[in-house]
């Protein structure tokens, strides 16, 4: 059997002559320490990271159990699993054969991001071919998702690409079309895949880094730190990279990978995406026994150009000086000048007590790449008046002057990244770093916090517990003070321990700069961007209106008592008088309405990625409906009410409506309240269950996979209602019509989409008790049970008399609060 110019053995008898063959060309202390490793395996295989390891990688402090290998004289590939400490990842390597196994330097090649257990890991390729990383409990971490898909065998080829093939020999699934942060020779780069890198500043922000193709673009490497996303390179000559059928692509082949050409040459090489942006290729040196690595965006756009390449607030200098620090910041770390500088006074977001220290002659990389000015025509007072005007959103403001007149163009940045010098003036351009003018910053009050018995206790104060808790019962609330500790999920090591903060009103007010950022509003209030003294961003809900007493109580009762990763996090509260403030974790890239609905490449969300996010929310929704002491509905599950942290985890937010019930009532009569389009029929009855959250989040499934609002009138009047043009297509086996068509990635993986949508119609049904409960749907999400007769397309189509959401008027709008929180 020959595919694609690299042999699959035939039959189990030939299999063990031909390894014996290719171990008897290799050297000798290699083929001692590779002596376990296939290079292919049939359905189904089996695979655990079982001591002893094969070798240890040192410089990673972990160790590796090869499951599969290429090995030649020349690049050779491990695959398996890496092990340290705190459990196993399953990885992909490039490597160059030594004599010295201990000293061998492996790549990254792919890898599977999440990690298990070392005593509960497993890889298994399963009957039905599908390829899956397993945890605690036979839980699915990952999966390729091709069960059904006639798979027979796994190979790793000679050019280093994991794949899964059928009888007919045609690949199925295939690790170069998941690249990390390397492409190999033979390998293609094209619209809807990309490079990824990410790197963790000494102010422990993120920062990502992606460089991939576009089309009518060519090649565009990006920056992604907290809300800020700026280009620092775009391909000059977009024509190199043109495929046969007019996509813009880059095969990595014959010495030339898109607009970059190299010497040829036979030696082991590939391209890597570093954590500091930049873009190497690296060539095996024989004589040396290590790597190469020559910058292939170096000459283009020149070393002061990357985002970071000085830090945070640091100016590079162009003519050969180094890094330097402007006034009132230092350098963070004197030999290590990339890590920047920081401000010598501690920052504060109260506009009061901000002033700017001035650098000028410089320049930014990203004012050469198409980044818009926030103001045009202004004049640089003007621009430092608006950067104190939005707090902690606006670390520092460039302004670009004209020179011929007294005006010119703003640009408020979020995040702090390097300058460069402009010695020559040629750009007329100042930076105007926001510091602190003053030391007396307000300090909220301490957190007090008790442990008993595995539970944790929340001390609110007394009076106001006291207070709370009368008002509470006059609504029919139970606010609990107690969590079980089997509730909170704290794996993570960074998460916070469950804390509740009081603050004042005017804490609140200098953090928040007197309320001067709104990041949304809705029916209950408003949401403003602050931050604590130590830097943390928060969002804070300010309830508008006597009225709103309900609503805070049922938000502090039901938040304020529970915590899960799925959860947006409450950090504290403000009762003062008329005030009342809820202090939420800041999630810095908004609400997921902003990524689903918008036709933008810069806004693209991959299939992968839109999957983990709907498992998210179900987990959310299984913890709330079944994992904790009172049963919790929601009542509102909408895409503006799920928020998306820095790593694309989603939360779910806005718990004003919520209703708690104890757990053996079956269910709740209430007044219908939630938002038009996401609520179940049974409203009509005013009697409901938690089912109602798993109805509203079949709708938001769907508006997920199809990219679009369910009701939008901007469409034709036949496509205006999503389930109504779901359900013809449905009828009419057109359902890969309806995945969502902006994104290359989603149309790539179609065929899994089409599969969720249905799961998504099982929970739509009209009849609440043959929807799923949620851990079931997570447990189907995850993997790890098939739900047979899935797919039921019998519930109601939308109606001027039956949906809400036929009337746009209708008052059934609690919260929009939309925008990162």
Same mark, same amino acid.
């Given at each position: ?11 189990s ?67 398996g ?26 790549w990254?090649?792919? %890898?599977?991001?999440?990690? !298990? ?7 298994? #390729? +399963?009957q039905? *071919?599908? =390829? @899956? ?8 971490? %990952?999966?390729?998702?091709? !069960?059904?898909?006639?798979?027979v065998?796994?190979? #790793? +080829?000679?050019? *280093?690409? =994991? @794949? ?8 199925? %699934? ?18 809807g ?153 501690s ?76 010695v ?23 957190i ?51 804390q ?22 809705g ?15 928060i969002?804070?809900?300010r ?32 009762v ?71 790593h694309?985890n ?15 009532q ?62 013809c ?45 949620m ?47």
């Open positions: 059997m020959v595919l694609l110019g690299w042999i699959i053995p035939s039959s008898a030939t299999f063990p002559s031909l390894l014996l063959l290719l171990f008897l060309l290799l050297p000798p202390l290699t083929i001692a320490n590779f002596t376990n490793g296939p290079s292919s395996v049939s359905v189904p295989t089996v695979w655990t990271p079982s001591k002893p390891y094969d070798f240890n990688i040192t410089h990673l402090n972990a160790s590796f159990k090869v499951v599969l290998s290429r090995l030649t004289s020349g690049p050779s590939f491990l695959c699993f890496m092990c340290d400490g705190s459990g196993c990842y399953f990885r992909l390597f490039i490597f160059q054969p030594t004599q010295d196994i201990q000293n061998i330097r492996p990254t090649v792919w %890898w599977i991001r999440s990690k !298990s257990k070392i005593d509960t890991a497993e890889m298994r #390729l +399963t039905e *071919g599908d =390829l @899956v990383f397993l945890g605690a409990n036979g839980k699915k971490i %990952w999966s390729t998702n091709t !069960s059904g898909k006639s798979i065998g796994l190979n #790793l +080829t000679e050019v *280093g690409n =994991l @794949v899964l093939y059928d009888k007919k020999d045609t690949i199925i %699934w295939q690790s170069f079309d998941h690249p990390a942060n390397i492409i190999l020779p033979g390998q293609e780069l094209r619209p895949t990309k490079l990824k890198a990410t790197s963790r500043g000494p102010d422990r922000t993120v920062r990502f880094y992606k460089f991939t193709p576009k089309d009518h673009v060519g090649f565009v490497a990006s920056v992604r730190a907290a809300s800020s996303l700026l280009i620092y390179y775009k391909t000059t000559n977009a024509s190199k990279m043109k495929s046969d059928n007019g996509q813009v692509a880059a095969l990595y082949k014959n010495g030339t990978f898109g607009e970059f050409e190299f010497y040829p040459t036979s030696l082991p090489q590939f391209i890597s995406l570093g954590p500091d942006g930049h873009l190497k290729r690296y060539v095996y040196v024989e004589d040396s026994n290590d790597w190469s690595a020559t910058d292939l965006l170096g000459n283009k756009i020149g070393n002061c150009n990357y985002p970071l390449v000085c830090g945070s607030f640091g100016i590079c200098s162009h003519a050969g000086y180094g890094c330097g620090c402007p006034n009132e910041t230092k350098q963070i770390e004197a030999r290590a000048p990339s890590f920047g500088c920081s401000r010598i006074s920052f504060s977001c109260d506009s009061q007590i901000n002033t700017f220290v001035e650098v000028e002659n410089i320049t930014f990389f990203a004012l050469w790449n198409s980044v818009r000015a926030n103001i045009s025509n202004t004049t640089a007072e003007s621009c430092k008046a608006e950067c104190l005007r939005k707090g902690c959103s606006c670390t520092m403001a460039l302004f670009s002057n004209q020179p011929i007149f007294s005006v010119g163009d703003c640009y408020l940045l979020s995040e702090p990244f390097s300058l460069m010098d402009d020559i003036g040629e750009y007329s351009t100042s930076a105007f770093i926001k510091v602190n003018s003053s030391t007396n910053t307000l300090m909220p009050p301490s007090v916090r008790t442990k008993r018995g595995g539970r944790t206790e929340l001390i609110l104060g007394t009076a106001f517990g006291a207070v709370l808790i009368f008002l509470a019962s006059l609504f029919g609330i139970f606010i609990s003070s107690k969590v079980r500790r089997n509730n909170v999920e704290d794996n993570d090591p960074d998460l916070p321990r469950l509740i903060t009081r603050f004042s009103y005017e804490d609140l007010k200098a953090m928040t700069g007197d309320f001067t950022i709104k990041l949304g509003e029916g209950f209030g408003s949401v403003f961007l602050g931050a604590l003294p130590n830097g943390i961003r969002a804070v809900k309830l508008d209106g006597s009225g709103q007493i309900k609503s805070f109580l049922a938000e502090a009762g039901t938040i304020g008592t529970i915590h899960h990763v799925n959860l947006v996090r409450l950090l504290g509260f403000c003062e008088k008329s005030h009342r403030l809820l202090v939420y974790e800041y999630m810095c890239n908004g609400s997921l309405d902003k990524w689903i609905f918008r036709n933008d490449q810069e806004f693209d969300v991959c299939w992968q990625m839109r999957r983990k996010i709907i498992l998210d929310i179900a987990k959310g929704l299984a913890y709330l409906h079944e994992e904790c002491h009172q049963k919790i509905i929601h009542l509102d599950i909408k895409p503006q009410n799920i928020l998306l942290d820095e694309f989603a939360k779910l937010a806005d718990f004003g409506l919520s209703k708690l019930i104890d757990k053996e079956s269910h709740v009569m209430t007044i219908m309240r939630g938002t038009p389009g996401y609520l179940a029929p049974e409203w009509l009855s005013s009697i409901i269950t938690e089912k109602v959250d798993v109805y509203s989040f079949g709708i938001v499934m769907l508006e997920i996979l199809c990219g679009r609002k369910n009701v939008d009138r901007s469409l034709p009047s036949d496509k205006a209602h999503l389930l109504t043009l779901f359900k297509k449905a009828e009419e086996e057109q359902l890969l019509e309806m995945v969502d068509k902006s994104s290359g990635d989603m149309q790539l993986h179609g065929q899994e989409a089409v599969k969720m949508m249905k799961v998504a119609t099982w929970c739509l049904q009209d009849d609440s008790r043959k929807r799923p409960p851990s079931q749907l997570v447990k189907f999400l995850e993997g790890s049970i098939d739900i047979e007769d899935a797919w039921r397309c019998n519930f109601s189509l939308p109606s001027g008399r039956r949906d809400p959401s036929a009337d746009n008027a209708t008052r059934l709008l609690p919260s929009q609060l939309s925008g990162p929180r």
